[in-house]
């Protein structure tokens, strides 16, 4: 095939001027291609630092789209210099209160206590109007 790359040297390459991705092991520069892409080079710019082969298949693409590759492709990945799994780290949050009755009846009392008054306003008008 072509030259070997490591994921490093393919991460370089990670903006709309200068764009590659690794799909299914090889290494394609799609940077000409972002502007063509029919689901928007944001699809594109997404798959960047990760093997987008799942992403690709997962789409559907036709066998235009499958011939087209051929004219991107650049290489092959080092699959050693892929990581296999990922951990997730959730982000930090503050504490969160599980006790939100107190928070709910202030809110339910600012919306009542006017709307209340405001009956009661219109009640005298209409009680004094009357007499």
Not at 23 to 44: A, Q
Not at 63 to 80: N, S
Request: net charge negative; glycine share 6%.
């Amino acid at each position: 095939m072509g030259k070997v790359y490591t994921l490093a040297e393919v991460l370089t390459h990670n903006s709309s001027k200068d764009c590659w991705l690794i799909i299914n092991g090889k290494v394609f520069d799609v940077t000409k291609f972002l502007e063509d892409h029919p689901g928007g080079e944001e699809v594109l710019l997404a798959s960047i630092g990760k093997d987008a082969g799942d992403d690709f298949e997962d789409i559907g693409h036709s066998t235009t789209a499958r011939a087209m590759m051929d004219e991107y492709c650049v290489g092959e990945i080092d699959a050693a210099t892929i990581p296999k799994r990922v951990t997730y780290t959730p982000p930090k949050q503050p504490h969160y209160s599980q006790d939100k009755m107190a928070e709910f009846i202030i809110r339910l009392l600012q919306f009542l206590v006017p709307l209340a008054i405001l009956g009661l306003a219109v009640a005298v008008r209409f009680c004094t109007k009357s007499s």
